[in-house]
């Protein structure tokens, strides 16, 4: 099994930056491919990036290309999202999951794409 914690969510205004973080314990993750999922109040959880186990390969939705950037360290077992120029529709709780890819029934935008998530972290940006 893999436990993952997200921290870091809080509310912002909107332009602000953020960083959230994601702590993996248990089995190593480092074979494992990671991503970043939110989900708004009444809407389903969405795809945000994703990032190989090397780190060399790196997809993100178009609504976030070019704000967001995720990057993950290996030898401390952690996952990161670097949110910048935040806007109001970014609002969600923010999701980190591992992705096993022996085991993988979906593509990497699929949340049946991942076996492990964690509990969520809440990110406000205000207007």
């Known amino acids: 099994q893999v436990q993952l914690v997200e921290s870091g969510g809080r509310l912002v205004q909107a332009g602000d930056s953020l960083r959230l973080s994601c702590a993996a314990s248990?089995?190593?993750?480092?074979?494992?491919?990671m991503g970043w999922f939110r989900q708004a109040p009444g809407k389903a959880r969405e795809f945000v990036s994703h990032?190989?186990?090397?780190?060399?390969?790196?997809n993100y939705s178009d609504s976030v290309k070019g704000r967001f950037t995720i990057s993950r360290d290996n030898d401390k077992e952690m996952l990161y999202l670097q949110m910048n120029d935040l806007k109001p529709e970014d609002t969600a709780v923010y999701y980190c999951?591992?992705?096993?890819?022996?085991?993988?029934?979906?593509?990497?935008?699929?949340?049946?794409?991942?076996?492990?998530w964690g509990q969520g972290t809440q990110v406000t940006v205000s207007s």
């Open positions: 999951a591992a992705r096993d890819l022996a085991a993988a029934r979906a593509p990497f935008r699929d949340v049946a794409g991942y076996s492990f």
């Open positions: 248990g089995r190593t993750v480092s074979y494992f491919s």
């Open positions: 990032i190989s186990v090397s780190g060399g390969n790196i």
